[in-house]
Every structure is written in C-alpha cells, then in structure tokens.
C-alpha cells in the first residue's frame, strides 16, 4: 500500500472512533439528565401530594419537620432527593428561604 492510501485509512477509522466516542458521550449525557429528571419528579409527585391541603409557607415547613421528627421515610427521602438533584421544582412549593430551612433540616 502506498503512503497515501495508508494515511486516508488512518484518518478514516480515526474519525469513526471519535464520532462513535462524540455520540457514546452524548447519549450517556442523556441518560443521566432523564434519569435525574425521573428521581425529582417522582419525589416532586410525592411531596405535592402530601402537602395539598397545606397552604402556608409555616405549615409546609411545620409538615416537613414532622416528617423530619417521625422518620417517615417516603416524604423525608423525597424531600432528600430534591434537595440534592430538584431545588427548582421545590421552589414551586416553597419560597427560596422555605427551600433552605428545609434543605438544612434534613442534614
């Protein structure tokens, strides 16, 4: 084989494993990001649902602190995982100081 000829090769199969590695990347990005999505919105449906009948930014928190005091495990855990991966979806129930006096009881 000629120089030439060996070179395209080269290049050919060395851009297939960096666009293979570009898309391999990308997709696991996805996966992550809709995986995370899925964690906060089920704990987001979790803590909505408990806490319908609740309308003040002091009974929420009251709420909370007795799920935090009673170890009531899907609400807390729920709480937990919005704290870490979903503080946007719990600002829709909270108020952002609400969001850290909750964020900070569950420690």
Known sequence: MNKKRLSWLLI????????SSYLLFN???QQRHELQ????????NIVSQALQDVKSQQGIVATMELWFDNHWTAQTGSVTTLCELGRPKLRRILTEDGVS???RMRI
């Open 101 to 103: 006096t909750i964020c």
């Open 12 to 19: 050919l199969s060395v851009s297939g494993w960096l666009f």
């Open 27 to 29: 997709y696991m990005h």
């Open 37 to 44: 999505e899925m964690a906060t919105e089920n704990a987001f």
